[in-house]
């Protein structure tokens, strides 16, 4: 425990916390009357909508589902316990 006089007033902390919180809430008032939740969630969906649709499409994403199926192709083979033959 710190003594006396190193220790803050009881009044010191809760002060500027209390600001905080005071500002805050000022700065959240302030965005939620910028932008409504619900649009701003249905345009985030439909741009992630999109940009997945986009990626499942391209050519990478092609290449890289040949390569696994080619690699799990090999790696069934070589765990078979069937010569091949």
Do not use: N
């Not at 969906?45 to 499942?56: G, I, K, P, Q, R």
């Amino acid at each position: 425990m710190l003594p006396a006089r190193e220790r803050p007033s009881s009044g010191a902390w809760p002060r500027p916390f209390q600001s905080a919180v005071a500002l805050s809430r000022v700065y959240l008032e302030g965005l939620s009357r910028l932008c409504d939740p619900t649009d701003l969630r249905r345009r985030w969906v439909a741009d992630l909508t999109e940009f997945s649709a986009a990626f499942l499409r391209s050519p990478l994403f092609f290449s890289f589902i040949r390569l696994h199926r080619e690699t799990l192709r090999r790696a069934a083979g070589a765990a078979s316990p069937f010569p091949k033959g």
